[in-house]
C-alpha cells in the first residue's frame, strides 16, 4: 500500500493543476483597445481673459496759459520800459499820469506783444472793442502806468493774440508776476551806472530759466531805455530773435533815479 501514495498524491496533484488551469480560462477580461486607435487629447483649458479696461482714454493734458485760441504768432515779448529814463525824454515831459506827482517807478510795462520769429503783427482784426473798458484800464495802472498806453497797446499788440481783452491783461500780469527784480532794477531812489553785461547777468541770476540769449536790452543814448524778456506762450523763457537781440552793449549805461 505504501508504494501506492507517492503515485496517488502525484495524481492528485495533476488533477487539482488541471482543474485550476480551466477555471482561469473561463474568466471574461477586458479587451485591448486596437493598436490603430488614437487616444483623443484633452480638451484645450479656456485661458482667462482680460478685462476691458471701463476708464475713459486719457485726454492730452493743455496748459492753462496757452488757451487753444492762442494762435497766429509765434511767441511773446514782455517789454519793460526804465521810467524815469522815458520821463526825461520829450515825450515823457508831458505824460503827468506816468511822471507827475510822485510816482517813484522803475522798471513798468511798456506792452506785451505777440512775435513771429521774424518780425511782429500788429494792429490785427478782432471781435473784441478797440477801446479797453474803464473798469477794465484802471486794474492795469499798477503794470502799465497810463490809460492811453493800455489803449494803444492793446490795438496794437493785443488784438494779435487772439485772445479777449481780459485774458490777454490776465496773461501780461502773469508774466510779469513771475519776473523777480534785482535790487538794481527795482529802485529808481538813486541814480546808478551799470553794463549792459551787469544788467543780463542780475536778471539770469534772480530768475532761474532765464537765458541770456532771451534777454535784449535797448539805451536812449547813455540811458537805459527798455529791458525785452522772451517767453513762449506758456511763458517759459525762450531765445530771442529777429530783432529782439540785444541791441545795446554799452559798458556805461545810466540809470537815472525818478524825478
Known sequence: MR????FIAFAVMMVLSLWLSLG?????????PPATQQQQAPPPVPTAQPKPDSRPAEKPVQKASVPATETGFDYYVLSLSWSPSYCLSNEGAGNRQQCGGNRDL???VHGFWPQFVDGYPQFCGSSEPDRVPDE?????????PSVGLIGHQWRKHGTCSSLSQRDYFAKLRAAWTQLR???DLADSSR??????????????SANPGLTTTAIDVTCDGQRLDEIRIC??????YRECSGENRRVCRRDRLVLPAAP
Not at 508504494?3 to 507517492?6: D, H, L, S
Not at 482561469?24 to 485591448?32: F, T
Open 191 to 204: 541814480h546808478k551806472t551799470l553794463s549792459t553785461d551787469q544788467i543780463v547777468s542780475e536778471l539770469t
Open 3 to 6: 508504494r501506492y501514495v507517492g
Open 106 to 108: 522803475s522798471l513798468v
Open 231 to 236: 517767453m513762449n506762450k506758456d511763458l517759459s
Open 136 to 144: 477794465l484800464a484802471r486794474r492795469q495802472l499798477d503794470l502799465l
Open 24 to 32: 482561469e480560462k473561463g474568466q471574461k477580461h477586458p479587451a485591448a
Open 181 to 183: 527784480l534785482p535790487a
